[in-house]
């Protein structure tokens, strides 16, 4: 039941349905599990300047020139043409990525990044289960309406997205009025996932997981489907998105 003296939160399941959400003066949380935002999150968690979100592989590409950055990103799972290197977290250890600029063009996570900053004004963080707490602790100590907004796989649902949103709400969901069947059918969802997420995305035949097991990318699945090994806030601001400060880091340090 809606709570009228908290903060809304909604979930946006795919980008084609963003228009149907006021954005301005929300936080918009950015989601691409498999795995635009566990690399977000893995990159500035190993001590990378600054990750750059663009829409484009030529923009990519120039912005990465001008930048002296690394320019890496996908387009259906696989390393973009032209690209130095691909999606992947394992890819962006601390000894490559340190200090330096990471330009990132994905299939759905950028985009859906880029089409929130055009439809209003809006706060823009990243998340996953990687930074799983991170994400929620910022949602709880900001007191903002939240949009969980879902990269999905070209405008199509998807489940990990979906899964990972239900986490955030049944984290967090207490704190805020919900008047929002996609946040409740995510909650539900991610409650009977729990127990082994990639187990549940297997046996419930996910797209976009069959899609990275043919690529030969379990062992990104598993990663990305871990919470808070790479627990810091990506925060965009200035055309990129940094590291916020104050970010709780896994006491075990880098990966």
């Not at 984290?171 to 729990?194: P, V, W």
Request: hydrophobic residues 40%; neutral net charge; charged residues 20%.
């Amino acid at each position: 039941m809606p709570k009228p003296n908290l903060p809304s939160l909604y979930t946006c399941l795919s980008p084609a349905l963003l228009h149907l959400y006021d954005v301005n003066d929300s936080i918009v949380v950015i989601i691409d599990v498999l795995r635009a935002t566990s690399t977000i999150a893995t990159a500035l968690f190993n001590g990378a300047e600054c990750v750059v979100p663009v829409d484009s592989v030529p923009r990519c590409i120039e912005l990465g020139l001008k930048l002296n950055g690394i320019t890496a990103g996908e387009r259906d799972g696989r390393v973009a043409e032209g690209l130095s290197y691909g999606n992947s977290p394992f890819e962006y250890p601390e000894s490559f990525v340190a200090g330096r600029k990471l330009v990132l063009t994905t299939t759905n996570g950028t985009k859906l990044l880029h089409m929130a900053l055009a439809q209003g004004k809006c706060e823009i963080i990243t998340g996953a289960f990687l930074n799983l707490s991170a994400v929620c602790d910022y949602l709880l100590a900001s007191k903002k309406p939240v949009i969980l907004g879902c990269a999905a796989w070209k405008d199509r649902v998807n489940m990990e997205d979906t899964l990972f949103a239900g986490a955030v709400v049944d984290r967090i969901g207490q704190e805020f009025s919900i008047n929002c069947d996609s946040s409740h059918m995510a909650q539900t969802l991610y409650r009977q996932a729990k127990p082994d997420l990639f187990e549940f995305m297997k046996i419930n035949d996910a797209s976009h997981f069959h899609r990275l097991m043919n690529y030969g990318l379990e062992k990104d699945i598993r990663h990305c489907l871990s919470p808070d090994l790479a627990n810091v806030l990506p925060v965009f601001r200035d055309e990129a998105l940094w590291k916020a400060a104050g970010s709780r880091q896994q006491a075990a340090g880098r990966r």
